[in-house]
Nanobody, 125 residues
Framework: QVQLVESGGGLVQAGGSLRLSCVVS????????MGWFRQAPGKGREFVATIARSGITYYAGSVKGRFTISRDNAKNTLYLQMNSLKPEDTAVYYCAADDGPLGRLEVRPLEYDYWGQGTQVTVSS
């Protein structure tokens, strides 16, 4: 029912920046906990960042200080601003929505109900 459409991925040099967007369908976006996850070849899906309905955020240690998650409820859009990119950031990035009643920070992928198709981010050295 709920669809998430991601954009903004691409190729960037190490040290560069990229902003990912995720547009979410429906009228309940503002009530969702939202998250970004990534998956590199041969690796499992890794938590990147989450933002609660209140706007508070939490980041994986590997990206803290470099990435910023944000949301624009008026546009039903989630963002991930990625700065100081490193080759190890190369992965398919997925946005996800958790429609649970608590609306709090969530790092567990199994707790998310809806997922985008993923967008490729490649960081060259």
């Amino acid at each position: 029912q709920v669809q998430l459409v991601e954009s903004g991925g691409g190729l960037v040099q190490a040290g560069g920046s990229l902003r990912l967007s995720c547009v979410v369908s429906g009228r309940d976006f503002s009530s969702y906990t939202m998250g970004w996850f990534r998956q590199a070849p041969g690796k499992g899906r890794e938590f990147v960042a989450t933002i609660a309905r209140s706007g508070i955020t939490y980041y994986a240690g590997s990206v803290k200080g470099r990435f910023t998650i944000s949301r624009d409820n008026a546009k039903n859009t989630l963002y991930l601003q990625m700065n100081s990119l490193k080759p190890e950031d190369t992965a398919v990035y997925y946005c996800a929505a958790d429609d649970g009643p608590l609306g709090r920070l969530e790092v567990r992928p199994l707790e998310y109900d809806y997922w985008g198709q993923g967008t490729q981010v490649t960081v060259s050295s």
